[in-house]
């Protein structure tokens, strides 16, 4: 399908629409007070900017709530009063109070904590479903790709906002309250740098403020277009960014102070970054505590091109330089020998897997059970947005490596005390999801921030399951809309399935969908 171009009045709609949609999430909303950074591996300032819109910031007040049942560390529990503190995280979990207190809110079902999702590219939500069809005798990951620039060669800031806002809402609708932005959009159209080099990266801010999610926004360092290539091409310039050029950016987002909004760091890739600047990111980063993430072995002729140009397999060359530690994630790792595996649980760093994005391009399996082997919890990500809810995303993980071995139930960890293969890859993506998006407390658990779902038993995949195979069943059973409430930061975002602001985030997003794809 050939992209138009966009016009100036389907991106003046599109920005209308979005402004529309704030207004609506504040309207709809108390006014919000700043959080504690308490719970974040790295700090940044807790004053609200003056753009500080309506994320997840925290609910006025403490207050208590009760839920029948509530998956904390170890599983379910039964009776659990929970009080949120004015600062929106979780002060106190207290399991087997059999009736609420007179001050606490009872809920209407079971509560899961939100998950992370550890992988987004927004833009490419605009993208999504429109590569399913082949004019040609192959397609691959590569071919992929060229279409996909055509998307972000085009696309302008309102349009960004606006489809960053729909995507950060159907994101809370699956079950995620956090999000960790791959965020490589840096300049105009045409390449030249606006005017403030966060253009885009605050379009996303915006949005994920509109939509009610927390949002970890990283800049990429990106330089070149593969092993050995000088520049970028053409139809990369908007992408460019050197690693003093990353690091300044980070420092201006955690700067701005704004709720809800946190800092990370990325790395493209090892195509994408020479050898000193990865390095170079690395000192500049040298006490710092943020996350940092890089896009490692997702395709063979990337660890074949390394092998050609550095004599190593990536992750090989990133444990031989010294680079990994605790804050590294290393996002889809597919293709990967087990030393390489031995390495990164040696150093603490983690992983990230995209089991849609990864089947949707065809990159093959990840060696999970070596990954869960060696102890490395893997967190998700949605990464290009064919999927938007985690039970989709754990769903083909797990069935992923069922047709590769011709095994069931390969997650379950009897001897370990979780015969659940939906808990084992819940608790998974919990913990290595909140350590992804640089937080050292995530779940239900005192310290953390208060984001939870609850459970909608109404939903028809959910009718007559008994109690301990109900998260089985909102994983492996045919998916309906478990959600019936979504918190964030101790604040409801969604209520009964309803979010105040969708009917304007979804004008906005049609209106800029119109004008990348319309005639």
Do not use: K
Request: with cysteine.
């Amino acid at each position: 399908m050939a992209l138009a171009s966009a016009s100036a009045s389907a991106s003046a709609s599109a920005s209308a629409a979005a402004a529309a949609a704030a207004a609506a999430a504040t309207a709809a909303v108390p006014a919000p007070a700043p959080g504690d950074a308490s719970d974040r591996v790295a700090p940044s300032p807790a004053a609200a900017g003056p753009d500080a819109g309506t994320g997840p910031t925290a609910q006025t007040g403490p207050r208590r709530l009760w839920a029948p049942r509530a998956w904390l560390p170890g599983g379910w529990r039964t009776g659990v009063l929970l009080s949120i503190g004015a600062d929106g995280h979780w002060s106190a979990v207290q399991p087997g109070v059999a009736e609420p207190p007179p001050d606490a809110e009872r809920l209407p079902g079971p509560l899961l904590p939100g998950l992370v999702d550890a992988h987004s590219h927004a833009f490419q939500r605009a993208f999504a479903g429109l590569a399913e069809r082949r004019e040609q005798d192959g397609d691959d990951f590569w071919g992929w790709r060229d279409r996909m620039y055509r998307v972000a060669g085009r696309i302008t800031p309102p349009q960004l906002e606006a489809v960053a806002a729909q995507l950060y809402l159907e994101l809370l609708r699956g079950g995620y309250t956090q999000v960790c932005e791959f965020h490589y959009l840096q300049h105009d159209t045409d390449g030249r740098r606006y005017a403030d080099p966060l253009r885009l990266g605050w379009a996303l801010a915006d949005a994920a403020a509109a939509a009610g999610i927390g949002l970890t926004l990283m800049p990429v360092l990106y330089e070149r277009a593969g092993f050995g290539a000088p520049a970028l091409r053409e139809d990369q310039r908007r992408f460019a960014a050197d690693a003093d050029a990353v690091w300044a950016l980070r420092g201006v987002i955690e700067a701005a102070g704004r709720p809800g909004l946190d800092a990370g760091v990325a790395i493209h890739s090892l195509r994408a970054a020479a050898p000193a600047s990865i390095q170079r990111l690395r000192r500049l980063a040298e006490g710092w505590a943020g996350p940092i993430h890089v896009h490692v072995a997702e395709q063979i002729a990337e660890v074949e091109d390394c092998l050609a140009a550095t004599g190593r397999r990536p992750i090989d060359w990133l444990a031989a330089e010294g680079l990994l530690d605790a804050r590294w994630q290393l996002v889809h790792a597919t293709h990967t020998v087990p030393a390489e595996i031995d390495a990164v649980a040696a150093a603490g760093a983690g992983m990230v897997i995209c089991p849609t994005t990864e089947a949707n391009l065809g990159d093959g399996f990840a060696d999970v059970p070596g990954w869960w082997q060696a102890g490395v919890p893997l967190a998700i990500g949605s990464d290009s947005h064919v999927g938007r809810h985690w039970p989709e995303e754990l769903r083909w993980l797990d069935y992923g490596q069922r047709l590769r071995l011709r095994q069931r139930n390969l997650a379950a960890a009897p001897q370990a005390g979780q015969p659940s293969s939906a808990g084992r890859l819940f608790d998974d993506a919990l913990r290595a999801g909140g350590r992804a998006a640089g937080r050292a407390h995530w779940g239900l658990l005192p310290g953390a921030r208060a984001d939870a779902l609850v459970v909608d038993r109404r939903s028809s995949h959910l009718l007559g399951v008994p109690d301990e195979a109900l998260l089985d069943a909102v994983v492996f059973s045919s998916p309906g809309r478990p959600w019936r409430d979504v918190m964030v930061a101790g604040r409801w975002v969604v209520r009964d399935h309803r979010h105040p602001a969708a009917a304007a985030i979804a004008q906005a997003f049609a209106a800029a969908m119109d004008g990348l794809w319309g005639g």
